[in-house]
């Protein structure tokens, strides 16, 4: 009786010990497999048959990550304290670096992606902030992705998702883009005073090369003038005549 039941339970653990030899991977999913503590090789998709007490397996997923990088206080060139966050997309190239040149590859990634956020927006200016974000993502992503290359890390994007700014410095902001759109104002309407000039100068010169032409000029202005429904009437005085009248006076 003794002897069935030890037959019995060493046969139920050779049954364990056997099934646990058998892991499964799926399409995405790599097993770095250590052999004796060493590296062996990296193993998947399908059907892993492993050594039980030799041979230990460490999962690692291929598929891209969306890591959330929290929000960070950073101080631009200008010196204008800002908060901003990011996320982050990458995965993993190398299952066997991820898994042996770094303790924790999603952290590790995670806190490069913080500092790295905040050293390079402090190289740029508020302005740069709010109007180039994609020179800058693709200037974060550059920097992340060579950092995290030595661990079999491919950083694919970086999105800056929101700027915030104090209550102050959006009041400043919108008093500079009123002075912006007044000054811009202004220059129009210079410009347009020059271009109206230069024309009733062309005009000028045009009437002034043949003398019906004024006169001509003066009768269309009368007409103008008396086709509106008003009780009084101004009529232009020829510039000609005060010159006439002017050289007599000279003469007397």
Known sequence: MGFELSFGFVL??????????????????????????RFWRV?????????????????????TIVLDVPTQDVIS???????????????????????IQV??????????????????LGKHELDDMLAEREKLNSDIQQVLDAQTDAWGIKVANVEIKHVDLDESMIRAIAKQAE??????????????????????????????????AMQLRYMQTLGMIAGDKTSTIVF?????????????????
């Open 12 to 37: 139920a653990l050779l049954v364990i010990v056997l099934l646990s030899a058998f892991r499964i991977l799926r399409e995405y999913e790599r097993g770095v497999v250590f052999q004796l503590g």
């Open 43 to 63: 193993k998947g998709p399908g059907l892993i048959v492993l050594v039980p007490g030799i041979q230990q397996m460490v999962r690692v997923d291929l598929r």
């Open 77 to 99: 060139r200008d010196n204008v304290s800002v908060k901003v966050n990011a996320v982050l997309y990458y995965r993993v190239l190398d299952p066997q670096k991820a898994i």
């Open 103 to 120: 303790e924790d590859y999603h952290a590790a990634t995670s806190q490069l992606a913080q500092t790295t956020l905040r050293a390079v």
């Open 179 to 212: 002075a912006e759109r007044e000054r811009r104002a202004k220059v129009i309407h210079a410009e347009g005073e020059l271009q109206a000039s230069e024309k009733l100068m062309q005009a000028a010169e045009m009437l002034g090369r043949q003398s019906g």
């Open 236 to 252: 232009p005085m020829p510039i000609d005549l005060l010159t006439l009248f002017g050289e007599r006076e000279k003469k007397d």
